[in-house]
T-cell receptor
């Protein structure tokens, strides 16, 4: 069965520093996608970044990058130059990349609460 | 701004009642998924609709049901509410982007069952 593990319940980081949020996953499917979402206190889940299991390079989106280590089944999120507005809950999620009508449901981890300090 | 909206934002119900939550996604998003997020947990998949048909279901009882309409709106219905149904309910619409689907979420509906 698919599973996402986020072992850091909470993290502190100083403004302008980089921070890494850990995510490990478990799946027997050869084709899958990994996502990171940000959830502020308002509740909306904001899509940050995506990594496909066959992608050769690590995904980057502005200040966000995904450190994808397939052999170790890890997909850590790196946020560079942290800002106060980055304070939020961060969720790692996985989806089987089954086409042909299969359900594209997301499996989420339990999240990491990031607090950026001035 | 994802363009996905949900209503109402907050709702209080009592045990045994029925509730309908609504979601409106952007034109062109032909898939909508619903998730339940209990306090302190990650979202749990309830079900997904593709072109108005249910296209997969998570581990939720039949009293959780849904509809998707041709105008890209959808509903989540929950009958015989239980205290454990108190949660944030999120809908997400899907858009194929660069060869894969990314789910874009709405702001959620916070349901409290007393």
């Amino acid at each position: 069965a698919q599973k996402i593990t986020q072992t850091q319940p909470g993290m502190f980081v100083q403004e302008k520093e980089a921070v890494t949020l850990d995510c490990t996953y478990d799946t027997s499917d050869p084709s899958y996608g990994l996502f990171w979402y940000k959830q502020p206190s308002s509740g909306e889940m904001i899509f940050l970044i995506y990594q496909g299991s066959y992608d050769q390079q690590n995904a980057t989106e502005g200040r966000y990058s995904l450190n994808f280590q397939k052999a170790r089944k890890s997909a850590n999120l790196v946020i560079s130059a942290s800002q106060l507005g980055d304070s939020a809950m961060y969720f790692c999620a996985m989806r089987e990349e089954n086409y042909g009508g299969a359900t594209n449901k997301l499996i989420f981890g339990t999240g990491t609460l990031l607090a950026v300090q001035p | 701004e994802t363009g996905v909206t949900q209503s109402p934002t907050h709702l209080i119900k009592t045990r045994g009642q029925q509730v309908t939550l609504r979601c409106s996604s952007q034109s062109g998003h032909n898939t909508v998924s619903w998730y339940q997020q209990a306090l302190g947990q990650g979202p749990q998949f309830i079900f997904q609709y593709y072109r108005e048909e249910e296209n997969g279901r998570g581990n939720f009882p039949p009293r959780f049901s849904g509809l998707q309409f041709p105008n890209y709106s959808s509903e989540l219905n929950v009958n015989a509410l239980e205290l454990d149904d108190s949660a944030l309910y999120l809908c997400a619409s899907s858009l194929v982007l660069a060869g894969h689907e990314t789910q874009y979420f709405g702001p959620g509906t916070r349901l409290l069952v007393l």
